[in-house]
């Protein structure tokens, strides 16, 4: 597994923004939270503006591995060492929609525990969120693109399921023939098309880079325990339960574990792994993803409405939870800043649990 020879250092100026980034900040903000509004209106309790439904809520350790060469001991993974963190299983549309709806799926983890200088707005905090979809690609070019489609979901929220369930099964079937030429789509996925394979065989990228200590990376988390691997494409019949995902992973996790690693990918340098190119996959035959840390979770309730309440209403998520040696780069990373903080500020002043950065998870619902 290839580690770049000199890998690309870090500098601010290698990420400055642009003169409309602000214009377009402002309009990716407002169309998130009319996705909150609407699905308030409609249900009486905020949601988030994306990845609403979740399918698994679990606890879990994070050990950072020792004996990692210099490049790759950096920031929170300078130094080995055992953190309690969250991950929260979930599927991107803004409203809850039934399973039969396949939709790209994500995996937030957020550790607890760590030290470090804290970036702006998570002062005080010590947690570190890294936000992953199963995809190591962008669905859009930039954030104007970003915003096009943003718009599209925004209007269809809370409308039309049944048209949602038919347009995602022929989706799904347009994906298959995509893929039987050694091609796939993030399009057709995001709209419906993806693939209902098991949630846990999938692999989950950040997809946009981040500062790591003196360098710069992606993060990839990656199923390593044999029972997740056995899963990895494994077709999850969707049938008429609206929540087969979700029940899915409640089931795995009655009798067993799982573990993952997390990975990081260095940048070799900015011509061939740009910082601010959403759609440019990093090549791995150049700098592959190395393991870093390693994720366990024990046998335990994977999703309860205690669970739920405790994280899907208690607890933001955001890459920008954070400290300054793992800062967010690029255009649409500064964005999510802003747009988290929103949605995060909404759900707080609306629902009867406030939404907080834990010091701690030893009170979590088992």
């Known amino acids: 597994m290839p580690l770049?020879?000199?890998?690309?250092?870090?500098?601010?100026?290698?990420?400055?923004?642009?003169?409309?980034?602000?214009?377009?900040?402002?309009?990716?903000?407002?169309?998130l939270l009319e996705i909150s509004q609407k699905t308030y209106a409609d249900g009486g309790?905020?949601?988030?503006?994306?990845?609403?439904?979740?399918?698994?809520?679990l606890q879990a350790e994070?050990?950072?591995l020792g004996g990692l060469p210099p490049a790759l001991a950096q920031g929170i993974f300078a130094r080995p060492g055992k953190y309690p963190a969250v991950m929260r299983f979930s599927t991107i549309p803004g409203d809850i929609l039934s399973d039969s709806v396949s939709t790209p799926?994500?995996?937030a983890l957020k550790i607890v525990g760590v030290e470090g200088e804290r970036l702006e707005g998570s002062e005080g905090a010590t947690t570190q969120d890294f936000i992953t979809v199963n995809g190591p690609q962008f669905n859009a070019p930039n954030?104007?693109?970003?915003?096009?489609?943003?718009?599209?979901?925004a209007a269809t929220t809370d409308r039309a399921p049944g048209a949602k369930k038919v347009a995602s099964a022929i989706l799904r079937n347009v994906e298959k023939v995509i893929e039987a030429f050694g091609s796939e789509s993030a399009a057709a996925k995001s709209l419906g098309g993806e693939p209902p394979n098991h949630i846990l065989g999938e692999t989950f990228f950040a997809q946009l880079p981040l500062r790591y200590g003196d360098y710069i990376a992606k993060i990839q988390i990656a199923p390593v325990a044999p029972e997740l691997l056995a899963l990895t494409d494994a077709p999850l019949e969707l049938g008429d339960s609206p929540d087969v995902i979700r029940e899915a992973v409640i089931d795995y996790f009655r009798t067993h574990s799982a573990v993952w690693e997390l990975r990081v990918q260095l940048c070799a340098d900015l011509e061939s792994m740009p910082i601010d190119a959403p759609k440019k996959v990093w090549d791995e035959s150049v700098s592959s993803f190395?393991?870093?840390?390693?994720?366990?979770?024990?046998?335990q309730l994977a999703w309860s409405a205690a669970r739920s309440a405790a994280i899907d209403d208690g607890m933001g998520f955001s890459p920008w939870h954070a400290v300054q040696a793992h800062r967010p780069l690029g255009e649409l990373m500064r964005m999510r800043k802003t747009a988290y903080d929103r949605s995060q500020q909404f759900r707080t002043e609306r629902n009867r649990t406030p939404v907080r950065e834990p010091a701690t998870l030893d009170d979590l619902p088992q």
Do not use: C
Not at 290 to 299: S, Y
């Open 62 to 64: 994070v050990e950072v």
């Open 45 to 57: 309790h905020a949601l988030r503006s994306v990845h609403a439904k979740s399918h698994g809520l």
């Open 143 to 153: 954030a104007k693109a970003f915003l096009s489609s943003l718009k599209l979901l």
């Open 4 to 31: 770049p020879l000199t890998p690309q250092r870090y500098s601010p100026d290698l990420d400055l923004p642009g003169p409309e980034e602000a214009r377009t900040a402002a309009d990716i903000v407002r169309t």
């Open 290 to 299: 190395i393991p870093v840390a390693r994720i366990t979770a024990l046998p």
């Open 105 to 107: 799926r994500g995996v």
